[in-house]
């Protein structure tokens, strides 16, 4: 069995979304990271990873986690 993700922060800087909206989005990053997750044959410690993606306009809430969780999973070594 591959070992738990473990992230210890996940700062999400959103303009016009609240605190507790960035707060459950941040969960939901998560929660599909670690489902998402490949398989690695021993524990990784990844200090500080700084994404910056752009969200197109309209994107309904329930992509917006997806979208930000694709692109940190892409840069996951």
Do not use: C, F, K, W
């Not at 999400?12 to 990053?29: F, H, K, N, Y």
């Not at 700084?50 to 692109?71: C, Q």
């Amino acid at each position: 069995m591959p070992p738990p993700i473990h992230i210890e922060s996940l700062l999400l800087q959103l303009p016009g979304v609240t605190a507790d909206e960035s707060r459950q989005l941040a969960q939901q990053v998560a929660q599909i990271l670690a489902e998402d997750a490949r398989p690695r044959p021993y524990p990784q410690q990844i200090g500080a990873l700084n994404v910056r993606i752009e969200i197109p306009t309209g994107l309904p809430r329930d992509r917006l986690a997806h979208e930000i969780a694709a692109a940190i999973a892409a840069r996951l070594p």
